[in-house]
């Protein structure tokens, strides 16, 4: 292989890995608040729009990252 099918490789388990972390870290230990409702209030005292942007941001990346490619 080549080195820039390896480092294309690499970002792409590191966007994985970083993905993986993120729902261990964040959804998975609020899960039940946002099931209740519980995190929206919470929300609101936590975060500010910025992070909130950068959240939205990184999830959709992550999403079309695993959507297969056609054409």
């Known amino acids: 292989?080549?080195?820039e099918?390896?480092?294309a490789?690499?970002?792409k388990m590191q966007m994985h890995y970083d993905l993986g972390?993120?729902?261990k870290d964040e959804l998975v230990p609020?899960?039940?608040k946002f099931y209740t409702g519980e995190a929206i209030e919470d929300e609101e005292d936590?975060?500010?729009d910025e992070d909130e942007e950068v959240?939205?941001?990184f999830v959709i990346l992550a999403v079309t990252s695993f959507m297969?490619?056609?054409g």
Do not use: G, S
């Open 21 to 23: 972390c993120f729902i």
């Open 46 to 48: 936590d975060y500010d």
């Open 9 to 11: 490789i690499n970002d």
């Open 68 to 70: 297969p490619r056609t």
């Open 30 to 32: 609020n899960a039940v």
């Open 5 to 7: 099918e390896l480092d």
């Open 55 to 57: 959240a939205c941001d």
């Open 1 to 3: 292989m080549e080195e």
